[in-house]
């Protein structure tokens, strides 16, 4: 037999598959890029939420926008405030595209897994709405690096939109080395937030009472069931990206876009063939809910 790295799937050939993957990415990340520059249109979320919060960091609930995500969300999008905001969104999108690359990597996905969330419905979704999912996927690709500075960023990540994973952080935070000194510390500056942004989360659950739902896709409360038996599957195998998708059961609002997380961590778990079958299934989704009107 051979020697050879590449015929044995040595270094040669990972760095090849490395190579290849992270290329990919690149591309579509301009690619992204380019399109929201110059093809997609203005929408809500970006222009009317998301921009504007920027410049309200230190009193983000008494802006007069409806902004019901933790403070930290505000602080972690203030670099952008300081840009155009057609070329700010056009960059969140890119930046999305190489975050989900990140996470996928990070959870042991391969090529597929990234070229099957990139050509998703959700993700056209979250990208030309400038929404900020990226986020909570960037926090789920820190935890799974189990590194401790990782997993002190991480944490923040992902609870700066906590609907999207935060079933994900009991179980990194449990399995990790140092789980203690990590509660003390994130303990003591969610202390510090509540302080500086004097009990924020109940402007934060008020703003989000009021917020119009629109396209939903949450199966709350029936699927909390599901979502239990996923968790404790996810607890069993020590595996927190399971716990991180069996947050959808949970949560009585998922709009489309968001869809996007679940599907990649999906597609980073399954096999090849179920991933298939998922983005099939993805695709039925987008268009049924593409052609349908609107809530009144």
Same mark, same amino acid.
């Given at each position: ?20 993957? /992270? ?22 979320? &970006? &222009? ?18 409806? =902004? ?80 401790? &500075? %990782? ?28 789980? &203690? ?16 942004? /004097? ?33 404790? =599957?996810? /607890? ?21 876009? %968001? ?7 999906? =597609? ?29």
């Amino acid at each position: 037999m051979s020697n050879s790295p590449i015929e044995a799937g040595g270094p040669a050939q990972l760095s090849s598959a490395s190579s290849l993957f /992270w290329g990919t990415a690149t591309a579509c990340a301009i690619g992204t890029l380019y399109y929201l520059l110059n093809f997609a249109p203005a929408v809500t979320d &970006w &222009w009317l939420t998301f921009h504007p919060i920027t410049q309200h960091v230190r009193a983000p609930y008494d802006a007069g926008i409806h =902004y019901a995500y933790p403070p930290w969300t505000a602080i972690f999008l203030w670099p952008f405030g300081a840009i155009d905001i057609d070329l700010a969104r056009g960059l969140i999108g890119a930046l999305t595209v190489m975050i989900c690359a990140f996470t996928i990597q990070s959870l042991g996905g391969k090529l597929y897994a990234f070229l099957f969330t990139f050509l998703s419905v959700p993700f056209f979704q979250l990208v030309i709405n400038g929404q900020i999912d990226a986020l909570p996927i960037l926090g789920l690709g820190l935890l799974a690096l189990e590194s401790t &500075w %990782s997993s002190y960023l991480g944490v923040w990540f992902v609870a700066a939109k906590p609907q999207i994973f935060v079933f994900a952080i009991p179980i990194y935070w449990w399995n990790f080395k140092q789980r &203690w000194p990590l509660l003390g510390v994130t303990a003591g500056l969610g202390l510090v937030t509540l302080i500086i942004w /004097w009990m924020w989360p109940l402007d934060m659950l008020e703003m989000a009472r009021r917020l119009y739902t629109g396209r939903d896709t949450s199966l709350y409360p029936w699927g909390i069931p599901i979502g239990l038996g996923l968790f404790a =599957y996810a /607890w069993l195998q020590k595996d927190g990206a399971w716990a991180a998708v069996a947050t959808f059961f949970f949560t009585p609002y998922f709009p489309p876009y %968001s869809l996007t997380g679940i599907f990649l961590v999906a =597609y980073c778990r399954l096999p090849r063939s179920w991933s298939m079958a998922l983005f099939v299934l993805n695709w039925v989704i987008g268009i049924y809910y593409l052609t349908t009107p609107l809530p009144t």
